[in-house]
């Protein structure tokens, strides 16, 4: 070496001790500023002459003494550099020593480790961040020198120094004071949020440290979480996770013998304290802890709390506390099953005690008083149930799927529940006029929600026709706008040719409306006609009675319509049904005005006596052709009002034809207004089953029956044309899924499969009887 180099050398030297000097007394100024707890900051100047000494220094000296790569791999000689990099690192090292006796001197004492830890962190960090601004000109050197920038070798530092020898003591602290939490069930002490980060932070190799001026906060921001990650489950979650599952498996064991409340509400104060602990301190865990905590709380408790706790609740009352245990429980959705058939269960049997009081009073009430107790019954049920669904179970898919099966299995139990419902319904209709658009929509949703339960959807909607016909073809009963609505909500339900006819009905009469107009033949005439043109096949007839002899004066105005349409509607047919009309007839006598609501075959009948004043029944039948059956029903009403009188008693049988039947002239009533149409207290005391009505439920039954074969038949080709070919098992399977008017049996699919076969819609493997091909 030269002399001019050692004297350069040298010269460096001074120049290094007097930097040396400058950076080691700031470095003590900051540490004991920290330490002492006062307000600490080094002024612009006195940063600025430190920082300008090391980039002097270290730029000249790389200006004197410039060396290649591998000239620095093989100089032993440390370069001013290294120097300042060492001297960067002393002091760092000198405030860790510092910081680490400290702690050492801390036995066993929670909070004193817990303050003195977190603010060892926060002081590091404020020294280490006033460090960097003297020496952040060698920040690109230490790369290429060390591997690594200030930053990270001030982390390092503090890990080596510190974390390392003291780690076993901060996890336990950080332990002891959770602990010490879950007993007293209340978060103690905010500061473990320190000793985690550290868990986190000393995982990463690089980092950048960084100061919120805001929050008057120092960060190590990471910048390989993946390193952060790896380091922090090993070394602290693994241990932390495994200690809360050993506590709180203890704990749990413990209240095993306390109420289905109690243990959901401690059970939930602990997702409470722990989510929040988590959150505050140590969030990267939360996923972790969440699931050990649903593990533990939820998927092990469920069953057992479920079958405790649903069914008491539910027939206590204590519907609050059941909401509690959904919340729980929903932790985990597929725990909330264990609700749901505990619901089931309990909604079950509380229909079916229904059921066992309709069995009970079967033979005490009439159709009408069991239909509408049996519905409102339920539907009483269904809202409880559904109530407790939406406002404490948050309308949870599993338990309405479980409130559909228990209301629908009990409902069907019923063999009448097809002919209640549609009873239920036309009581509720014809009680619909003059209720606002609320109320409507309320009686919409009762017919509809009992709609749904149905498994014989059909058998309904044949009853329900029935009944629709009756309030379309009186005036007092229509309420079109309803009827449209009902139907488009069961045709929202199920498809059918049915729905298509009950359509058809109320189209008719709309119809019948619009042509009103015309049906005016006369002014100021004794007999104002109203006629509904009803279309043929539409309509549950059994019977059509055209063979009845009308009035004189009833003849022309009928005749007047029919060529009125005709001449309108060229090749139409006409045919007057006389049995399902309906009108009212004026009745004068003694200066007394009285208006009889009848039907038509009552009006002919009555209006009979405008002739004489008495007649034979004999008579009666051979002037009107009405069969007896139905003149008895005609006639008997007003012998219950004392409008006519006979010689026998007034619910008897017209046994004797010769018998009279005469107008009863000293007729007084206070109701100038009076409903004369049969119903089940004015009808006629006969022997035996009514033969008429016997014929018409068969007829309706072989419809029904009809019906159904042509559904499943339809269904059943559906199928066959979209497979080609296919399992026997299978078409029968998609067939009753597909079916939704009713519920078909596999017997009942058989024997459409074979009349399918035997009409050569399809065919049968040669090899696999199992296996069905489509006919093109």
Same mark, same amino acid.
């Given at each position: 070496?030269?002399?001019?180099?050692?004297?350069?050398?040298?010269?460096?030297?001074?120049?290094?001790?007097?930097?040396?000097?400058?950076?080691?007394?700031?470095?003590?100024?900051?540490?004991?500023?920290?330490?002492?707890?006062?307000?600490?900051?080094?002024?612009?100047?006195?940063?600025?002459?430190?920082?300008?000494?090391?980039?002097?220094?270290?730029?000249?000296?790389?200006?004197?003494?410039?060396?290649?790569?591998?000239?620095?791999?093989?100089?032993?000689?440390?370069?001013?550099?290294?120097?300042?990099?060492?001297?960067?690192?002393?002091?760092?090292?000198?405030?860790?020593?510092?910081?680490?006796?400290?702690?050492?001197?801390?036995?066993?004492?929670?909070?004193?480790?817990?303050?003195?830890?977190?603010?060892?962190?926060?002081?590091?960090?404020?020294?280490?961040?006033?460090?960097?601004?003297?020496?952040?000109?060698?920040?690109?050197?230490?790369?290429?020198?060390?591997?690594?920038?200030?930053?990270?070798?001030?982390?390092?530092?503090?890990?080596?120094?510190?974390?390392?020898?003291?780690?076993?003591?901060?996890?336990?602290?950080?332990?002891?004071?959770?602990?010490?939490?879950?007993?007293?069930?209340?978060?103690?002490?905010?500061?473990?949020?320190?000793?985690?980060?550290?868990?986190?932070?000393?995982?990463?190799?690089?980092?950048?440290?960084?100061?919120?001026?805001?929050?008057?906060?120092?960060?190590?921001?990471?910048?390989?979480?993946?390193?952060?990650?790896?380091?922090?489950?090993?070394?602290?979650?693994?241990?932390?996770?495994?200690?809360?599952?050993?506590?709180?498996?203890?704990?749990?064991?413990?209240?095993?013998?306390?109420?289905?409340?109690?243990?959901?509400?401690?059970?939930?104060?602990?997702?409470?304290?722990?989510?929040?602990?988590?959150?505050?301190?140590?969030?990267?865990?939360?996923?972790?802890?969440?699931?050990?905590? /649903?593990?533990?709380?939820?998927?092990?408790?469920?069953?057992?709390?479920?079958?405790?706790?649903?069914?008491?609740?539910?027939?206590?009352?204590?519907?609050?506390?059941?909401?509690?245990?959904?919340?729980?429980?929903?932790?985990?959705?597929?725990?909330?099953?264990?609700?749901?058939?505990?619901?089931?269960?309990?909604?079950?049997?509380?229909?079916?005690?229904?059921?066992?009081?309709?069995?009970?009073?079967?033979?005490?009430?009439?159709?009408?008083?069991?239909?509408?107790?049996?519905?409102?019954?339920?539907?009483?049920?269904?809202?409880?149930?559904?109530?407790?669904?939406?406002?404490?179970?948050?309308?949870?898919?599993?338990?309405?799927?479980?409130?559909?099966?228990?209301?629908?299995?009990?409902?069907?139990?019923?063999?009448?529940?097809?002919?209640?419902?549609?009873?239920?319904?036309?009581?509720?209709?014809?009680?619909?006029?003059?209720?606002?658009?609320?109320?409507?929509?309320?009686?919409?949703?009762?017919?509809?929600?009992?709609?749904?339960?149905?498994?014989?959807?059909?058998?309904?909607?044949?009853?329900?026709?029935?009944?629709?016909?009756?309030?379309?073809?009186?005036?007092?009963?229509?309420?079109?706008?309803?009827?449209?609505?009902?139907?488009?909500?069961?045709?929202?339900?199920?498809?059918?040719?049915?729905?298509?006819?009950?359509?058809?009905?109320?189209?008719?009469?709309?119809?019948?409306?619009?042509?009103?107009?015309?049906?005016?033949?006369?002014?100021?005439?004794?007999?104002?006609?109203?006629?509904?043109?009803?279309?043929?096949?539409?309509?549950?007839?059994?019977?059509?009675?055209?063979?009845?002899?009308?009035?004189?004066?009833?003849?022309?105005?009928?005749?007047?319509?029919?060529?009125?349409?005709?001449?309108?509607?060229?090749?139409?047919?006409?045919?007057?049904?006389?049995?399902?009309?309906?009108?009212?007839?004026?009745?004068?006598?003694?200066?007394?005005?009285?208006?009889?609501?009848?039907?038509?075959?009552?009006?002919?009948?009555?209006?009979?006596?405008?002739?004489?004043?008495?007649?034979?029944?004999?008579?009666?039948?051979?002037?009107?052709?009405?069969?007896?059956?139905?003149?008895?029903?005609?006639?008997?009403?007003?012998?219950?009002?004392?409008?006519?009188?006979?010689?026998?008693?007034?619910?008897?049988?017209?046994?004797?034809?010769?018998?009279?039947?005469?107008?009863?002239?000293?007729?007084?009533?206070?109701?100038?207004?009076?409903?004369?149409?049969?119903?089940?207290?004015?009808?006629?005391?006969?022997?035996?089953?009514?033969?008429?009505?016997?014929?018409?439920?068969?007829?309706?039954?072989?419809?029904?029956?009809?019906?159904?074969?042509?559904?499943?038949?339809?269904?059943?080709?559906?199928?066959?044309?979209?497979?080609?070919? /296919?399992?026997?098992?299978?078409?029968?399977?998609?067939?009753?899924?597909?079916?939704?008017?009713?519920?078909?049996?596999?017997?009942?699919?058989?024997?459409?499969?074979?009349?399918?076969?035997?009409?050569?819609?399809?065919?049968?493997?040669?090899?696999?009887?199992?296996?069905?091909?489509?006919?093109?």
């Amino acid at each position: 070496m030269r002399a001019q180099d050692i004297d350069l050398k040298a010269s460096f030297d001074k120049q290094y001790k007097e930097l040396e000097k400058k950076c080691l007394d700031a470095a003590k100024s900051l540490q004991n500023s920290l330490f002492s707890e006062e307000s600490f900051k080094m002024s612009k100047d006195q940063v600025m002459q430190i920082n300008s000494q090391v980039l002097q220094l270290s730029s000249q000296w790389s200006i004197k003494f410039p060396r290649n790569a591998s000239k620095q791999q093989d100089d032993k000689e440390e370069g001013m550099e290294g120097k300042l990099i060492n001297l960067y690192k002393k002091c760092l090292k000198e405030f860790v020593d510092e910081i680490y006796k400290k702690l050492q001197q801390v036995q066993n004492e929670r909070d004193t480790t817990l303050y003195l830890v977190a603010k060892h962190y926060h002081d590091y960090k404020a020294f280490s961040y006033w460090l960097y601004k003297l020496f952040f000109h060698l920040d690109s050197n230490t790369a290429s020198t060390l591997g690594a920038d200030l930053h990270s070798l001030s982390l390092e530092a503090l890990k080596q120094g510190y974390f390392s020898v003291g780690q076993e003591k901060l996890i336990n602290t950080i332990l002891q004071v959770l602990l010490e939490s879950r007993q007293k069930e209340i978060f103690l002490d905010k500061k473990v949020k320190s000793l985690c980060e550290l868990f986190v932070v000393m995982g990463s190799k690089t980092v950048k440290l960084k100061y919120e001026r805001e929050q008057g906060l120092y960060d190590y921001i990471c910048l390989n979480f993946q390193e952060t990650e790896t380091f922090y489950k090993n070394n602290f979650e693994i241990k932390f996770i495994d200690d809360t599952v050993k506590y709180y498996k203890k704990q749990i064991s413990e209240r095993q013998s306390i109420s289905v409340i109690e243990f959901v509400r401690w059970a939930t104060k602990v997702f409470k304290l722990e989510e929040t602990m988590c959150l505050e301190s140590y969030p990267k865990s939360f996923e972790q802890i969440s699931k050990q905590l /649903i593990q533990l709380f939820v998927i092990e408790q469920a069953k057992r709390l479920s079958e405790n706790g649903v069914q008491y609740f539910i027939s206590a009352g204590g519907l609050s506390q059941l909401g509690e245990l959904y919340n729980l429980i929903s932790r985990n959705s597929d725990s909330v099953k264990y609700i749901a058939d505990e619901f089931q269960i309990t909604f079950t049997t509380l229909t079916k005690n229904v059921n066992t009081n309709y069995y009970n009073d079967q033979q005490q009430q009439n159709k009408q008083v069991q239909a509408e107790g049996y519905c409102n019954s339920i539907l009483e049920l269904m809202d409880k149930a559904q109530n407790i669904i939406k406002n404490y179970m948050q309308n949870d898919h599993k338990v309405q799927s479980a409130y559909l099966a228990a209301f629908t299995a009990a409902f069907n139990e019923i063999n009448d529940s097809p002919f209640f419902l549609a009873l239920f319904s036309d009581l509720l209709i014809k009680a619909e006029k003059g209720i606002n658009e609320t109320e409507t929509d309320k009686k919409l949703n009762k017919i509809v929600s009992l709609f749904q339960l149905l498994y014989s959807k059909d058998k309904f909607l044949s009853h329900h026709q029935r009944f629709l016909q009756h309030r379309l073809l009186n005036p007092q009963s229509q309420n079109l706008n309803f009827e449209k609505t009902l139907l488009q909500k069961f045709k929202g339900e199920t498809q059918t040719n049915v729905l298509t006819q009950l359509q058809n009905m109320v189209n008719d009469i709309e119809q019948s409306q619009r042509f009103a107009f015309e049906q005016k033949i006369e002014k100021n005439q004794q007999f104002e006609l109203g006629v509904y043109l009803l279309s043929y096949g539409c309509w549950p007839f059994s019977n059509v009675e055209n063979q009845i002899i009308a009035p004189e004066y009833m003849k022309k105005p009928l005749q007047l319509y029919q060529d009125m349409y005709l001449q309108k509607n060229n090749g139409r047919i006409v045919e007057w049904t006389f049995n399902y009309g309906q009108g009212e007839v004026t009745y004068k006598i003694k200066a007394e005005k009285y208006y009889f609501s009848l039907n038509t075959l009552q009006m002919i009948a009555f209006l009979l006596f405008n002739q004489a004043d008495q007649f034979t029944i004999e008579q009666i039948l051979e002037k009107t052709q009405i069969k007896k059956f139905d003149l008895e029903n005609s006639l008997i009403p007003f012998i219950c009002l004392k409008v006519l009188q006979r010689e026998k008693s007034d619910l008897e049988e017209f046994a004797d034809q010769n018998e009279i039947i005469k107008l009863n002239s000293n007729f007084n009533n206070k109701a100038k207004k009076m409903k004369m149409i049969p119903n089940t207290k004015m009808q006629p005391k006969r022997q035996g089953r009514n033969p008429e009505l016997t014929a018409q439920e068969r007829e309706q039954e072989e419809q029904l029956t009809k019906q159904r074969e042509f559904v499943i038949d339809s269904q059943l080709v559906r199928i066959m044309k979209s497979k080609k070919t /296919i399992a026997h098992k299978e078409l029968v399977d998609q067939c009753q899924f597909m079916v939704t008017i009713f519920k078909p049996d596999i017997k009942f699919i058989k024997k459409r499969i074979e009349n399918l076969i035997e009409r050569e819609y399809i065919k049968r493997d040669d090899k696999d009887w199992n296996i069905y091909h489509y006919q093109n």
